[in-house]
Structures are given as C-alpha cells and as structure tokens.
C-alpha cells in the first residue's frame, strides 16, 4: 500500500435476527456513531476529506480528516438530518433523550478545535449554543479527551471554565441567552455526570450525591453519609462512553465511607452486600444486584451482591491471598520552585539494613502512590511491588511536567534531589550510595535527561525513551510503516514534539535551539554512569531512540546495554517477554548496586563527565 491508495471502507449494517436478514445503511470511512434512545435513528460520523498537515494547527493525535455529522432513519434508511459544513470532534456524540437531538462540539472547517462550539443536530436542523465566555479545554484536549457535555432536558449543560485555566464548573446553556452556572455553590465541582434521570442529571462532589436541576443543585444522600461514585470498570470501553454517556436511570450507585455498595435514589438507599474493601472494582450493576471483582493479597474474588446477601462466583489465585501488600508512604516537601509536593516510598519488609538499593522511579507530572496489584497492571511498565517483594525500596518522586525545553532538565534533576533527600532525612536507613533512577516512555526521556546532568546514582534505566527530538519529529511509527494509506501517523509523532509532551512550539528548522535542548542524546558524552535501554520494535516511542543513545554511549566511553523485544508495542503483553523484562532489571539492579570488590564509583556530588572512569561492576 502506499499514501495514495484509498483507504478501505466500512459499512453500518442494521442486523434483523428474527428474519435473519441484513441491510446496508452506510458505506464509507465510519468514525463513530449513536443510537437514539428510541431506536428509530442513528447519527453517524463519517470520515471526509482530508485535513492539510498542521492547518489550522498540528495535534498530537488529530484525525486527518474531516468528521460530518448525519442522522440516519433506521426504518427507511434515508437522511433525516445533517450538518454540512461542520467538522465534529471526537469523544461527544451524546442524543436527548427524547430522541430529538444529538448534541456535539463542532467546527466550521478552516478553524481551530478551541474556536468551535456546542451544538446539536435534528429535524430541524442545526441548533449552536451561547457559550458566553466559557472556554471549556483547548484543542489539544479536545482531540485527545474531548468536550464533556449532557443534556438536561432539551437544554445542554457543559463543563467549562469562564476563562483559560480557571475551576471548571457546569453550566447550563440556551440558544440565544447567556450561560447558567450550576455548580458554583460546590466546594469541589464534579467532573463527570454519573447518572441521567427524568427529573435532571445526578453527579457527585463534596462527598454527597447531588440532582443537577436548571436552578442549581440539590443534595440527594442523607446528611452525614460520606459517599463517592461506583463507577463500573470496563478496561475496553471508549473514551465516549466513559465521559459522555451517563446511563439513563433515576437511580445511582455509590460507595460509603465503610466501602458499603449502596443504590441512591430520591426516596431510597439499598445496601448491596456487606461491607467491602477500598480496591473492590464494580463490574455490572442494576437497581437491585452487582457484580464485584474484590481483591485479597493478590487473590482476586468474583462475588455477586444483592439486597440479601454476598455469593462467590469464582476465585483466582487462592494461593497468593495472604500476600501483603506494601502501602506507600508519603514524602512532603517543597518542589523546585519552593511549592508542597508529595512523592511517594515504598519500603520493602524486614529489617533496615537488608535493602539492597533505593529505585528511583520518575514521570514528569506524576507521582505513584498505588501499591495495588491486579492481574492488568502487572502486564505494564514496572509496579513497585515486585520491586518491594526483591527487598528494594522504590521512590515515585513528584516532577514538574509542561517545562520548556530550556528549563525541564535542570528542574528534572532538581525535583528528583528534593525528593530523594526529604525521602532520606525521613528514612535514614535508605542507601543513599546504591540508588538507580529508573523511567518509562517520558519517564525514559526523563531519565536520559538526568543522566547527562547527574552522578548521584549508580546507573540508570530507561524503558521506550526519547533521545532525540530532531529524530522523533520526523520518525514513522509501526503502524504508519504497515498502513501509510492512513496518512494519521504524521500527526502523532509531530504533533507529540510540538504541542504534546514534547512541547517544542514548532517542526525542527523553525526552533533548533529547543530541539538541541531537549534531546539528551547531544549530550550523550556527559553521561557518566552506566544505562540499561529496553525497547521494542512496534512501540510508537521509536526503538530508533534508544538505538542511537546507545550508539552514542558506546561512541564516547561509556557504558551501556540495549535490550529489544521483537512483536511488542509500548508496553510488554507477552507473559514471557514480561518475566524476562523484570528478569533484565533484576540482573542490572544486581550488576551496578551490588557491592564489587575494589572499585569505587564515583561520589554523589561527582559532575557527570565523558572521561573514564569506575562504574559498578565494569559490564
């Protein structure tokens, strides 16, 4: 296939199994579609003609081409309504619930995500909302998590703020009036609607269940019952389905202070089963029954509950429920730029003297303070309790995210100091001289950054890692190899070096300097302490990235080691490939923080440098 060749179609078919029959409604580039509540119509959004590459703006993960949107009469298979004109946006595609309407974000075509508006489509045609000054996210959020909007009653009501960057609240909109704010009055806003009922909309905020009306909110859960949301776990739901489609029902599931499962509605509270635990995940529900998957050690129970009793259904891993899990701790202290922040430490059980290395684990913008196991995050990155479980000790320290490219490195390193040593004044028996920074993805290109800047520890590991911004702008990713008739690849790793972590503002020969910056591997010859590179040849994280690093490691003295798993993408699936991947970490944490007999690395405040000197061991 080439970039000229047509992309395949597909078709939306209606499915009669009584009479075994079938009936084409649509052919063509389907993006997403809807159907109305009362079955009678669908709304479909097609893929058009293509979007030029970076016009208006470049997005990380931007369909390239345009959306439009159609309503489709499922009786006659004719066009009901549609929106000529109108690119529609991902994510949002949400009809009232009297079947009227369906309501989207759309924009005209030339303009960008954050200049379009709320609007919906239906007999009568299209029907565009005053937002006043509500700006609700930019387009990079909006392609990559969408708008959040619902309907309350013919009206809409969306998430916004009333300026960039401010607190996000509801607000109720009108066609030709300005915006209501429904939420003003909660501590906390809620950021999704948990249930659509006929009398309004019901979310939760401020440890109560509330009734979203048009003249505000009203408190629906007792008075001195504390309760947050039962949101049903559903790992191969779309994007969509989890923020735009409330379930339409008058009643809503919650979870008390005690873990109980309870059934809210107006003038009722049922509790499901006994009391529960805080890692119990809700699987399906109704108004008088749930399925809960409830863990024990690393034990998992399948159990039903109802308003009579609990039954066990299934139980995996009856052997491993009396594991204990290790509970992270948290480490106060001041970020970079002076402000509270927390990291996160995991210690592992027995006496002090018996860890054998401090792990280090970074990712701009985020801290890992959950020791839960479950049998899908063990299939992902590294989880510190397998680390804890092998006696050593992992710091999930908090880094700033969204820096520019002049100033991230050193703030890095300077986040990672911060953290290391409030974890140490806390925690004196933590080996300060057998430390390893470890990262994933941006966590890698984190590590890589840190390591041209410091040799406070004795090596570092660096899983599907940027090194070089000039070569991610350009690189193709594997699917774009394998299917380059979808033209999208362009947009991701371009998009993901000017406006999306990489944050670079612009292609290479516009802003050199920032690439130059931002990328690690020209500073390859400051590395001073050995680096383990795990790769993988179908990750949208280039395997060429960590190829050239180590390339250039080698190049300059250094010392490094490239693992690569051959038919993996950005994570490891395969249950071999992931005991052999913690297995190369376990051999590297043994080789460069184990004790070797004479030879002594460097001090903690040794400036990194190209020019030999000890690592340990030598590999």
Same mark, same amino acid.
């Given at each position: 296939?080439?970039?000229?060749?047509?992309?395949?179609?597909?078709?939306?078919?209606?499915?009669?199994?009584?009479?075994?029959?079938?009936?084409?409604?649509?052919?063509?580039?389907?993006?997403?579609?809807?159907?109305?509540?009362?079955?009678?119509?669908?709304?479909?959004?097609?893929?058009?003609?293509?979007?030029?590459?970076?016009?208006?703006?470049?997005?990380?993960?931007?369909?390239?081409?345009?959306?439009?949107?159609?309503?489709?009469?499922?009786?006659?298979?004719?066009?009901?309504?549609?929106?000529?004109?109108?690119?529609?946006?991902?994510?949002?595609?949400?009809?009232?619930?009297?079947?009227?309407?369906?309501?989207?974000?759309?924009?005209?075509?030339?303009?960008?995500?954050?200049?379009?508006?709320?609007?919906?489509? /239906?007999?009568?045609?299209?029907?565009?909302?005053?937002?006043?000054?509500?700006?609700?996210?930019?387009? &990079?959020?909006?392609?990559?998590?969408?708008?959040?909007?619902?309907?309350?009653?013919?009206?809409?009501?969306?998430?916004?703020?009333?300026?960039?960057?401010?607190?996000?609240?509801?607000?109720?909109?009108?066609?030709?009036?300005?915006?209501?704010?429904?939420?003003?009055?909660?501590?906390?806003?809620?950021?999704?609607?948990? &249930?659509?009922?006929?009398?309004?909309?019901?979310?939760?905020?401020?440890? &109560?269940?509330?009734?979203?009306?048009?003249? /505000?909110?009203?408190?629906?859960?007792?008075?001195?019952?504390?309760?947050?949301?039962?949101?049903?776990?559903?790992?191969?739901?779309?994007?969509?389905?989890?923020?735009?489609?409330?379930?339409?029902?008058?009643?809503?599931?919650?979870?008390?202070?005690?873990?109980?499962?309870?059934?809210?509605?107006?003038?009722?509270?049922?509790?499901?089963?006994?009391?529960?635990?805080?890692?119990?995940?809700?699987?399906?529900?109704?108004?008088?029954?749930?399925?809960?998957?409830?863990?024990?050690?690393?034990?998992?129970?399948?159990?039903?509950?109802?308003?009579?009793?609990?039954?066990?259904?299934?139980?995996?891993?009856?052997?491993?429920?009396?594991?204990?899990?290790?509970?992270?701790?948290?480490?106060?202290?001041?970020?970079?730029?002076?402000?509270?922040?927390?990291?996160?430490?995991?210690?592992?059980?027995?006496?002090?003297?018996?860890?054998?290395?401090?792990?280090?684990?970074?990712?701009?913008?985020?801290?890992?303070?959950?020791?839960?196991?479950?049998?899908?995050?063990?299939?992902?990155?590294?989880?510190?309790?397998?680390?804890?479980? &092998?006696?050593?000790?992992?710091?999930?320290?908090?880094?700033?995210?969204?820096?520019?490219?002049?100033?991230?490195?050193?703030?890095?390193?300077?986040?990672?100091?911060?953290?290391?040593?409030?974890?140490?004044?806390?925690?004196?028996?933590?080996?300060?001289?057998?430390?390893?920074?470890?990262?994933?993805?941006?966590?890698?290109? +984190?590590?890589?950054?840190?390591?041209?800047?410091?040799?406070?520890?004795?090596?570092?590991?660096?899983?599907?890692?940027?090194?070089?911004?000039?070569?991610?702008?350009?690189?193709?990713?594997?699917?774009?190899?394998?299917?380059?008739?979808?033209?999208? @690849?362009?947009?991701?790793?371009?998009?993901?070096?000017?406006?999306?972590?990489?944050?670079? /503002?612009?292609?290479?020969?516009?802003?050199?300097?920032?690439?130059?910056?931002?990328?690690?591997?020209?500073?390859?010859?400051?590395?001073?302490?050995?680096?383990?590179?795990?790769?993988?040849?179908?990750?949208? +994280?280039?395997?060429?990235?960590?190829?050239?690093? @180590?390339?250039?490691?080698?190049?300059?003295?250094?010392?490094?080691?490239?693992?690569?798993?051959?038919?993996?993408?950005?994570?490891?699936?395969?249950?071999?490939?992931?005991?052999?991947?913690?297995?190369?970490?376990?051999?590297?944490?043994?080789?460069?923080?184990?004790?070797?007999?004479?030879?002594?690395?460097?001090?903690?405040?040794?400036?990194?440098?190209?020019?030999?000197?000890?690592?340990?061991?030598?590999?």
């Amino acid at each position: 296939m080439t970039t000229e060749d047509p992309e395949p179609v597909q078709a939306l078919v209606r499915l009669d199994l009584p009479a075994g029959r079938t009936r084409v409604l649509a052919e063509g580039r389907i993006a997403d579609f809807a159907l109305s509540p009362d079955g009678r119509a669908v709304a479909l959004a097609s893929r058009a003609e293509a979007i030029p590459l970076g016009r208006p703006e470049l997005l990380h993960m931007e369909d390239d081409r345009r959306r439009r949107l159609i309503v489709l009469d499922l009786e006659t298979g004719e066009r009901r309504s549609e929106a000529p004109g109108l690119d529609v946006a991902p994510h949002l595609l949400r009809w009232s619930a009297d079947s009227g309407a369906v309501l989207v974000w759309a924009r005209q075509d030339g303009r960008r995500w954050d200049e379009g508006g709320l609007a919906s489509l /239906g007999d009568d045609g299209v029907a565009r909302y005053d937002l006043g000054t509500l700006a609700p996210v930019s387009s &990079a959020e909006i392609v990559l998590s969408g708008v959040r909007a619902e309907w309350l009653g013919r009206r809409p009501v969306l998430h916004a703020a009333t300026e960039s960057g401010g607190r996000r609240d509801w607000h109720l909109l009108s066609l030709n009036a300005p915006p209501l704010t429904l939420t003003g009055g909660l501590a906390q806003p809620p950021g999704r609607i948990a &249930a659509a009922g006929d009398d309004g909309l019901r979310a939760f905020a401020d440890g &109560a269940l509330w009734a979203m009306t048009s003249t /505000g909110m009203r408190r629906i859960s007792p008075a001195g019952l504390t309760v947050r949301e039962a949101t049903p776990f559903d790992l191969n739901s779309v994007r969509r389905l989890k923020t735009n489609e409330a379930p339409r029902r008058a009643w809503t599931a919650a979870i008390d202070a005690d873990n109980r499962l309870l059934i809210l509605d107006e003038d009722r509270m049922l509790a499901l089963g006994g009391a529960g635990g805080a890692h119990d995940r809700v699987l399906a529900l109704n108004r008088r029954a749930a399925l809960v998957l409830q863990p024990e050690g690393l034990s998992e129970r399948l159990q039903l509950h109802n308003d009579d009793a609990s039954a066990v259904l299934d139980e995996v891993n009856q052997r491993l429920a009396d594991v204990i899990l290790t509970e992270a701790q948290p480490i106060p202290h001041l970020d970079w730029q002076g402000a509270e922040t927390t990291s996160w430490l995991f210690l592992p059980p027995g006496p002090a003297d018996s860890i054998r290395g401090l792990i280090v684990g970074v990712y701009p913008g985020w801290a890992d303070n959950l020791a839960r196991v479950d049998p899908f995050t063990m299939t992902y990155s590294r989880r510190p309790e397998v680390y804890v479980s &092998a006696g050593y000790a992992v710091l999930s320290p908090m880094i700033p995210a969204g820096l520019s490219a002049e100033e991230r490195g050193a703030a890095y390193v300077a986040s990672v100091d911060l953290a290391v040593d409030a974890a140490l004044a806390r925690f004196p028996q933590l080996p300060e001289d057998r430390m390893v920074l470890s990262g994933h993805s941006f966590g890698g290109y +984190a590590a890589l950054e840190i390591a041209t800047r410091s040799s406070r520890f004795r090596s570092y590991i660096a899983s599907a890692p940027y090194s070089d911004l000039f070569g991610v702008w350009g690189e193709f990713d594997a699917v774009g190899r394998i299917q380059p008739e979808t033209g999208m @690849f362009f947009r991701f790793n371009q998009g993901w070096s000017e406006v999306g972590q990489g944050s670079l /503002g612009a292609p290479p020969w516009g802003a050199p300097e920032r690439y130059a910056a931002s990328s690690p591997f020209l500073r390859a010859d400051r590395i001073s302490r050995p680096v383990l590179l795990l790769t993988a040849d179908l990750d949208f +994280a280039p395997m060429s990235q960590a190829e050239r690093m @180590f390339s250039a490691i080698l190049r300059t003295g250094g010392q490094a080691r490239l693992v690569t798993y051959w038919g993996e993408t950005h994570l490891i699936w395969s249950p071999a490939n992931i005991r052999d991947y913690y297995a190369q970490v376990f051999e590297w944490l043994a080789l460069t923080l184990d004790p070797v007999e004479g030879v002594r690395p460097p001090g903690p405040d040794a400036p990194p440098t190209s020019a030999p000197s000890p690592r340990t061991p030598p590999l």
